[in-house]
């Protein structure tokens, strides 16, 4: 089934450590997103890329990198984790051309003690 | 900046209808669409509306848009407890999508 696939599920994660959010779509589409998901806050973008070998910073960027390779993989890193970090985190994808909705993956829930 | 604000809770019995809210700020917002999350899994694109339309209708769903007031709803008739969930209201604009807080919906036997 085409879609979005994020990996881990959940992950604990001692402050300080280093961790990727791997996400990968198999729908060829251009744009890929990565936002967080918090009680109350609703979802806020992290980063972006519109297409391939470009990146973008969205709403709250501080303390992620992303790179896009490809097409396909949109990995996630925390370079240093915080308990701030601990959330909800979602991968997403559109086609990228004109007007076109977001599909989302499952969701890493990343909690950092 | 632009914001997308809905009321955080909503109970309905099952067979109701429910109707849930949501306003936005944005006039050049072009999509506006409504997401359903389960528990545990990511957001499912429901239903979409484009901003030159006033009503969707989609088996059990309604949207109904009024631009003038910036005001979007979404109606699911006939309530089945598989529908409580949360309900994402969000805005687009190119590529730039803004979603709002979710709507916690309950459906009660």
């Known amino acids: 089934i085409a879609g979005i696939t994020q990996a881990p599920t959940s992950q604990i994660l001692a402050a300080g450590r280093r961790m990727t959010l791997r996400c990968t779509q198999d729908?060829?589409?251009?744009?890929m997103y990565w936002y967080r998901q918090d009680l109350g806050l609703g979802l806020r973008l992290i980063h972006y890329?519109?297409?391939?070998?470009?990146?973008g910073k969205g709403e709250v960027p501080d303390g992620y990198s992303v790179s896009r390779a490809n097409t396909d993989d949109f990995p996630l890193t925390l370079a240093s984790a915080v308990p701030s970090q601990t959330s909800v985190y979602f991968c997403?994808?559109?086609?990228?051309?004109?007007?076109?909705?977001?599909?989302f993956g499952n969701g890493t829930r990343l909690t950092v003690t | 900046g632009e914001d997308v604000e809905q009321s955080l809770f909503l109970s309905v019995r099952e067979g109701d209808s429910s109707v849930i809210n949501c306003t936005y700020t944005?006039?050049?917002?072009?999509?506006l669409y409504w997401y359903k999350q389960e528990p545990g899994a990511g957001l499912q694109l429901l239903t979409y509306?484009?901003?030159?339309?006033d009503m969707k209708q989609d088996q059990r769903l309604t949207v109904l848009l009024n631009k003038k007031d910036k005001h979007l709803s979404l109606r699911i008739a006939d309530t089945q407890t598989g529908d409580s969930a949360i309900y994402f209201c969000?805005?687009?604009?190119?590529?730039?999508?803004?979603f709002g807080p979710g709507t916690r919906l309950s459906v009660l036997p």
């Open positions: 997403a994808s559109s086609p990228g051309q004109g007007e076109s909705p977001l599909h």
């Open positions: 509306i484009f901003s030159n339309m």
């Open positions: 969000a805005e687009s604009w190119g590529q730039n999508f803004v």
């Open positions: 890329s519109n297409t391939a070998g470009t990146t």
């Open positions: 729908m060829r589409h251009n744009a």
């Open positions: 944005d006039s050049s917002s072009t999509y």
